[in-house]
């Protein structure tokens, strides 16, 4: 059995090493596409990627939050492991001035990575803080609306993380969450490799019990928005049709 500690500190160094672009690839970045052809097809539009700091889009993520989640101008964000800061980015545009958008992320070179790319953007509304997500540096009833994408599966306590969301939110705030869940058990040595926890499948749960974890944590209308096959030829063959990325709402 893993130990928390352990799981978050492979984790950590396999994205610092993304950042610094050593990292060797993972689930969530696909070395063998072009990256703008991989986004759009985890449903981000060309026009989207190109009006955000090229950096930012590095293929780490499942879905496009910010396309579901409805943002209106003037709502604070909160990302949850902004990796590079292309959901930030894309959410700091939809809220505008009179909005902010707040990136998590645990990994020091990610978040030194995102701030460049800020930079880059001179964006005025985003700011991205040092933070674990099973214990958010953010404000109690502060947010209106917490999005992530192709993170808290890297979790090892899924339910405190979202108990943690649920303390940040204000009452009526809303998530659009995207992940990766299971379908169907996954061999053994698969869920004890800790390769496979950071490459976002040994860490990911089953879609009933994902569904039920956010529940747990207090919120209700909980509902899969959109989900798609997540599985990649170049993966172990054992989890073709197994692996799947949904965008899950849900309410505090
Ligand atoms: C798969 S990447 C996704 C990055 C970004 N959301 C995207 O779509 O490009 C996962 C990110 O979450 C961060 N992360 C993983 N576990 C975390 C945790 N427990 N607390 C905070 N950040 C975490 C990693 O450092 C990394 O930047």
């Known amino acids: 059995m893993k130990n928390e500690k352990e799981i978050k500190q492979f984790v950590k160094d396999r994205y610092a090493s993304v950042a610094s672009n050593e990292g060797s690839c993972c689930s969530c970045c696909n070395c063998n596409t072009d990256i703008v052809e991989h986004a759009k097809s985890m449903g981000y539009s060309e ?11 590095m293929g780490l993520g499942c879905g496009n939050p910010t396309a579901l989640a409805e943002l209106k101008a003037g709502e604070t964000v909160l990302d949850l492991g902004s990796g590079g800061g292309v959901d930030v980015f894309l959410a700091a545009q939809k809220v505008g001035e009179t909005g902010n958008v707040i990136g998590v992320d645990m990994t020091s070179e990610m978040l030194e990575k995102a701030r ?54 204000k009452p009526g705030g809303r998530v659009l969450i995207s992940d990766i869940v299971t379908e169907g058990e996954l061999p053994e ?25 956010i529940t747990k944590a207090g919120f209700r209308d909980v509902t899969v928005v959109a ?18 990325s949904i965008q899950v709402r849900a309410y505090k």
């Open 116 to 169: 460049d790319n800020a930079k880059v953007g001179s964006y005025k509304n985003v700011e991205f803080r040092a933070g674990e997500i099973e214990n958010l540096p953010v404000e109690d009833d502060s947010i209106d609306v917490v999005i992530s994408n192709c993170v808290v599966n890297l979790s090892p306590d899924k339910l405190a993380t979202y108990k943690e969301v649920f303390r940040v939110l």
């Open 47 to 57: 026009a989207e990627i190109r009006n955000i700091p090229e950096g930012s889009v």
């Open 189 to 213: 040595d698969i869920r004890q490799s800790f390769d496979a926890w950071t490459d976002c499948i040994a860490g990911a749960l089953e879609t009933q019990e994902y569904l039920d974890t």
């Open 227 to 244: 989900k798609h096959p997540f599985y990649e030829p170049r993966m172990d063959d054992r989890l073709a049709g197994k692996i799947v």
